[in-house]
């Protein structure tokens, strides 16, 4: 077998952080990445246009694959890449730095961009003197639970601990320090307070061409348990979370991870297993929050389309 060639250590930190989830959420996952990638382009100080080239091409892989559900990252790496196609003939260095740090600017504004629209829209959905049950950490949710807060809509915020890895940790210290009232529970508690709550919103990792959401394992059951107790429940989802290949019939990947995450020794005869990420039918979500505003899943695939297959 060939070796691979060496990755530049700022990749190889960002990828071994995204495996580790030090870097966690899709939309962290994608920016990091970029970030990455555009730290290797300021910093190359060789003079050989295609030892550069080459470099990204490698890191954007190696990025793209650093966890399997991650259609983010994918999407707009994919899009680097197409950039890196097209400055191919380009001779000079500097010129080439200069571009792909642009487009990385470019990529990350627009991801800005659309997260402040998404909080906007989702903290217009968020009722007034609202209870709000969320999952995981998704910086999308509560970037939209925030900005509801800040509106002084939000009465409080359940949210669930979000075994094995509990980021839901995350999320209670985020919306903690930003003023809002929030009560961590265990995630089997979820059904035992559901019928107190108005709203449940949950971030998303993909959405697939039939509507589907995949995100945090157990957010399948938050949903079923919100459907039994008539309680709305969103997806806060750039369009980028958008699977573009799954209409081709391919299904997102869910990523298996160690073990040793649920239970370090477990007795001999048991064996642990450790899914990250499950799917929601699109029955059980009311709609995704998207930039674009809210859009039902039959109408998602359609509406990404519009927006990004100029
Ligand atoms: C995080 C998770 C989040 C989505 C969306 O899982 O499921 O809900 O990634 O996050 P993990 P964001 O901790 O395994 O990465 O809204 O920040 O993109």
Redesign the pocket.
Known sequence: MVAEPPLPPIVEKTIHDIKN?KI??????AKEALKSIQEVVKEYDGNSADELLSMISLAAFRLMNSRPTEPMTRELLSKLLQRVVTLAQQPSVEKIKKALDGSIDEHLKKMEESFNALAEVGSNVIPNNAIIMTY??????TALIKRAHEKGKVKEVFSCETRP?Y?GHITANELAEAGVNVKTIVDGASSSFMEDVDIVI????AIQADGSLI??IGTRTLAIVAKEYNVPFYS?AELFKYDAQSIFGFQERIEQRPPEEVWNKPPKGVSVLNP??DMTPAKYITSYITEAGLVTPQRLPQVFEDAYRV
Do not use: E, P, W, Y
């Open positions: 989830i966690q959420g899709a939309r962290n996952v995981c950490h998704s910086s999308t949710a890895l980021q949950v971030g998303a990792d995100n945090k806060a990250a990420f």
